[in-house]
Nanobody, 127 residues
Framework: QIQLKETGGGWVQAGGSLGLHCSSS?????????LGWFRQAPGKEREFVGA??????FDLYGDSVKGRFAIFRDNAGMFLQMDRLTPEDTAIYYC?????????????????????WGQGTQVTVSS
C-alpha cells in the first residue's frame, strides 16, 4: 500500500507556469508504478491530464493540455510542468499510481485502472 502526496499547487495568472510534484508520503518506492495526473473542476467530471510509464519512456497527454504540459519522472516520483496556463486549467489536480503490469494508452487514460490516489492540490488560474 502506498500513499501519494501532491505538492506545488497554488495561484497563477493566465499565461503563467506552475509545477506540481507527486511523491510517496508512506516511504514506498514509485518505481514500479505507472503514474498519472487527473484534474477535476467544480461541477465537472474528472479529466485525464497526462501519465507516464514506470520506466519514463512513454508519456501521454489529454487533448486540452497537449503541448503545454509535460510530465517527468524523478527519483521521488513525478513532476508535472504546466505552461501557458488558462483559467480553464483551474481545478484540483490529483496524482495516481497503477501497478505497472503493462503500458498502453487506454490503461493510462482510464482513472478506474489506478489503485492509489493522492488527496489533490488546488491550481487556480486567474484571467
Amino acid at each position: 500500500q502506498i500513499q501519494l502526496k501532491e505538492t506545488g499547487g497554488g495561484w497563477v495568472q493566465a499565461g503563467g507556469s506552475l509545477g506540481l510534484h507527486c511523491s510517496s508520503s508512506s516511504g514506498g518506492s514509485l518505481r514500479t508504478y505507472n503514474l498519472g495526473w487527473f484534474r477535476q473542476a467544480p461541477g465537472k467530471e474528472r479529466e485525464f491530464v497526462g501519465a507516464i510509464s514506470w520506466s519514463g519512456s512513454f508519456d501521454l497527454y489529454g487533448d486540452s493540455v497537449k503541448g503545454r504540459f509535460a510530465i517527468f519522472r524523478d527519483n521521488a516520483g513525478m513532476f508535472l510542468q504546466m505552461d501557458r496556463l488558462t483559467p480553464e486549467d483551474t481545478a484540483i489536480y490529483y496524482c495516481a499510481a497503477q501497478t505497472a503490469t503493462r503500458v498502453s494508452s487506454s490503461l493510462l487514460r482510464a482513472d478506474t485502472t489506478y489503485e492509489f490516489w493522492g488527496q489533490g492540490t488546488q491550481v487556480t488560474v486567474s484571467s
